[in-house]
């Protein structure tokens, strides 16, 4: 149809069928004709605001997830995320007012995705999405793999819902939420007593923020070491014997702090440790190291040491929470998120994962 920006996207007939409600039960619903849902749907009549914003509260998304021109979204600046300079490509996501985007590089299985915009060297910013794609879509940073299976099925749940998960520490999560950078942080601190170590991460990091906090998985987590251990390993004690070349995550990572907690409950220092300051930035990198020979065992979980084809040595299974800012939860998709941690589909997905449970999945911890 043709609106006063030129051609305009229609996507009340995709949202509909979500709904599962016919054309008259929207029309009545909405309080229009069935007549005028049919004509908004083939294209041949753009309603008035109120009837939009009817539209989109009984549809459950925004206005301008039903109608949008097809011009790609041009804001004016960018705030790249880990501030790594200006790289070429760029997915995006719009996070309240702020225009957030991740640098495109390749992880460590070599999967490359599509590219939702440009920045050559002049920063100008070439943006392949519509202002409706950009509108629906959610940023989730978290260190837990699994939330790449919860981006799928997000996507796959509503047309116009776009999830991108990308690999951030819990620290590091955290902190981009309460800047405004993201929309969802995981995180997986390690409770050691009565208190929720997760609630008491952002009570730490993101002090005053009013939010959600939803479990979504329970993982293994431990050291990955090389197939068949040859080194032996079986409990941390293990790292302090001189012969093991140890590779850390980093300072504030969640894995680093369980290590110091069993390595200072046993009394062993961290001096003692074999490559203690030898530090890596994601589980993917340690398994690297370790399947490549240059290092003997590296902290992670068992799904990417299966990953690697390496060994596991447990030493906890540890909640992830999905902390969620209280005024984001009207974003149409964090609803979609919210009831797939609700539906037997992610549980199913989770606890086919080695190394996973999902007996928690979708446990309101706090909000």
Sequence with gaps: MIGAEGIVRCAIKEYRRRKGLSQEDLARLVGIRRQAVYDMEAGRYLPNTAVALRLARVLGCTVEMLFADDLPARPERIHLLHGIGTPARVSLAQVRDKLVGVPLRAAASFRLDA???????DTTLDCRLS????????????????????????????????????????????????EGNAHVAGTHYHSFGA????????????????????AFSVQEEGLMVAAGNPSGIRTVEDLANGRIRFVNREEGAALRKLLDTQLARRGVPSVAVRGYADEVSSHGEGAIRVAGGSADAALGLRIVA???????????????????????????????????????GIRKELDALPGYDAADTGKVIFG
Excluded: K, W, Y
């Design 115 to 121: 590219a939702d915009a440009f920045l050559p060297a």
């Design 131 to 178: 202002r409706a794609q950009l509108a629906g879509t959610v940023l989730i940073l978290g260190c837990d793999p699994a939330l790449g299976v919860l981006g799928g099925l997000m996507s796959r749940a509503a047309p116009g819902i776009r999830a991108h998960t990308v690999f951030a520490s819990s620290r590091r999560a955290l902190l981009a939420v309460h």
């Design 195 to 214: 208190s929720e170590a997760n609630l008491e991460a952002v009570r730490t990091l993101a002090p005053g923020m009013d939010c959600l906090i939803i």
């Design 306 to 344: 299966e990953a690697f084809g390496l060994d596991f040595v447990p030493l906890a299974a540890t909640r992830c929470d999905l902390v969620i800012p209280a005024d984001l939860r009207d974003h149409p998709g964090m609803t979609v998120l919210l009831d797939i941690l609700q539906s037997s």
